[in-house]
């Protein structure tokens, strides 16, 4: 269940939404044994930073949290719901073998709700994109871990870019007076947006270039510390003045906003989702997968959200019929 050949799409294939309405491939955290959980762990952390296993971590935990909030909630009703509620849970995030550890080429994959990152292990090199991370809630608001942030830097950074920018520079990078329904470049979505767009890193002064470096070292530095200075020096050569800003909704950390870090090398998006939920991802335009190692081209797939609703009911019903039997 866990291993599958290297060059097949379904390293291509994720999705940050509930189990019940996206089924990843592989082995479910729930489903191994308390060994297999730690050997999960431990390659979590051989490829990733403290910082990026951290929030990856508690991304898992907060599903947790999220079951005991919506269980209290009252105005939650009906099998939907109730299915809905069962998926909130730290095990429902399924990890993925893709090719041989021992060969110079391999990958590994874990995905679930709100957290999702695909590796790539290339004759020494690790690619680690694309990454999506998302937390809800943002920021917990109260009970035993009130004021806890598992994305605490992604939004403020932003805020702390854009705060910096003269009127000039703010009219140039301003795409829109509304945030986006979310990131552009989601799960089946690569390659969907055309250009640049917002400010150029050419128009920024010393300060700014200052807050553009610290919030894309935010956001790479999730990787392990080689994987992480790799795609710096990525994004070095192909040229910081490459790199474009822009935002979308209101200056308002506690609002509802977009922000795009764009360039030939790197793709940054964060959104928040509502006042107290964000989403995150970051690819590589040109080596997402370790493709331009790996020379190999996957197909990025994934179901609407309609499709993605209609798997949700026929899993209820499913359900219902063998609870009949």
């Known amino acids: 269940m866990a291993t599958m050949p290297m060059d097949t799409n379904e390293r291509a294939t994720w999705s940050n939404l509930p189990i019940i309405m996206v089924r990843p491939a592989g082995v479910l955290i729930k489903d191994m044994t308390d060994e297999q959980q730690r050997a999960a762990h431990a390659l979590m952390r051989a490829t990733m930073s403290s910082q990026g296993y951290a929030k990856f971590a508690g991304i898992m935990v907060l599903e947790d949290l999220l079951h005991q909030m919506e269980a209290q909630d009252e105005s939650r009703s009906g099998p939907l719901a109730d299915a809905f509620l069962a998926t909130r849970d730290y095990g429902n995030y399924a990890l993925s073998i893709f090719g041989n550890p021992n060969d110079v080429d391999w990958g590994w994959k874990i995905a679930g709700h709100h957290a999702a990152a695909n590796f790539t292990i290339s004759n020494g090199r690790i690619a680690f994109t694309p990454t999506f991370l998302g937390s809800s809630p943002m920021e917990v608001e109260s009970g035993r871990y009130a004021g806890l942030m598992v994305l605490a830097h992604e939004g403020q950074y932003g805020i702390d870019l854009m705060n910096s920018l003269d009127s000039a520079q703010r009219k140039k990078a301003t795409i829109a007076n509304d945030a986006a329904a979310d990131v552009f470049e989601g799960p089946g979505r690569r390659k969907s947006l055309e250009g640049f767009e917002g400010l150029s890193s050419k128009d920024m002064t010393e300060e700014q270039t200052h807050l553009l470096h610290r919030l894309v070292a935010e956001y790479l530095h999730n990787a392990d510390h080689d994987a992480a200075h790799m795609q710096m020096a990525a994004i070095e050569e192909a040229g910081w003045d490459k790199l474009w800003f822009s935002w979308r909704g209101p200056v308002d950390p506690k609002g509802m906003f977009y922000y795009r870090v764009h360039g030939p090398r790197i793709l940054i998006e964060y959104n928040r989702q ?52």
Not at 305 to 310: D, I, Q, R, S, V
């Open 274 to 325: 509502n006042a107290n939920h964000d989403h995150m991802i970051v690819r590589d335009p040109t080596n997402d997968y370790g493709e331009d190692w790996l020379g190999k081209h996957y197909k990025e797939s994934h179901p609407s959200m309609a499709e993605a609703m209609e798997n949700a009911r026929q899993s209820v019903e499913a359900g219902s019929a063998n609870g009949k039997e």
